[in-house]
Structures are given as structure tokens and as C-alpha cells.
């Protein structure tokens, strides 16, 4: 704990016991290992691209992580898991819940049922003030 707190006293904004500091060196060998792989590692450099994509929005970079989602989502436009994220990302940014529900329903026309995407169109449609529609998904 941090000098004049217990276990059980929140943390404050900014504090130690909030930082993750493996987040950041896992986004910068994410970013070494993509930049190692060639053409034949296109599954790999998604892949490293939708982990880097999930720590970036972790840690509040939402732009980063807007972008290395839409970047993957331009190679190959039916990932399910690209698609999942960026519905779930928009939900959470005000003024993007309508093309967040748009995102999570074009996943579920390729997965249909997928409880993730499920959970994210909930999320998505509850944002949008659709709680009617959000009640039926989760």
C-alpha cells in the first residue's frame, strides 16, 4: 500500500496502485513483433494489432486504438473480434453509441448468437437510449 493507506482504501486517480506498468512494454513489443513479421505472418500482425488495440484502450488511448482497429478491419473487414471491439469502444464514447450498435449488429450477421457480440450490441444499444432492444440481448 501507499504511505497513510490500508489494502482496503481506493486507490486515488493516478496513484501507484493504479498504474499497470507491464500495459506499456507490452505495447512496445507488440509493436517490435510486428514490425519483425512479413507478409506471410498476416494472421500473427492481426493478432498483435488487436492485443495492441486492447491495451491501447485500456489505458485511455482511445484514438490508438480506434486506429489500429479500423487498420485491421481494412485487410480483413469480417473480423468478428475487430468488429467486437471497436462496437464495444464506441459505446463508450458519447456521440458514437448509433455506429456502435451498427458495428455489433454487422458482427452478428457473421457470428450470429456470439455472446460476446451479444454482450457488446447490449452495451452499444443501452448507450443509444435503446433499453427496449438492449433487455432483449443480454
Do not use: W, Y
Amino acid at each position: 500500500p501507499e504511505p497513510g493507506s490500508s489494502p482496503s482504501t481506493p486507490a486515488a486517480p493516478g496513484s501507484t496502485r493504479c498504474r499497470r506498468p507491464n500495459e506499456d512494454a507490452a505495447i512496445i513489443e507488440a509493436e517490435r513483433l510486428l514490425a519483425e513479421s512479413g507478409p506471410a505472418d498476416d494472421a500473427m500482425a492481426i493478432s498483435i494489432d488487436l492485443l495492441s488495440a486492447k491495451l491501447a484502450a485500456e489505458l485511455g488511448r482511445s484514438s490508438e486504438a480506434l486506429g489500429l482497429l479500423n487498420e485491421v478491419l481494412d485487410r480483413h473487414p469480417s473480423s468478428v473480434v475487430a468488429l467486437n471491439q471497436l462496437a464495444m469502444l464506441l459505446s463508450s464514447e458519447s456521440g458514437s453509441c448509433v455506429r456502435a450498435v451498427e458495428i455489433a449488429q454487422r458482427a452478428l450477421t457473421i457470428i450470429p448468437d456470439n455472446p460476446s457480440v451479444l454482450d457488446t450490441l447490449a452495451r452499444a444499444e443501452c448507450c443509444a437510449g435503446r433499453l427496449g432492444s438492449a433487455e432483449q440481448h443480454i
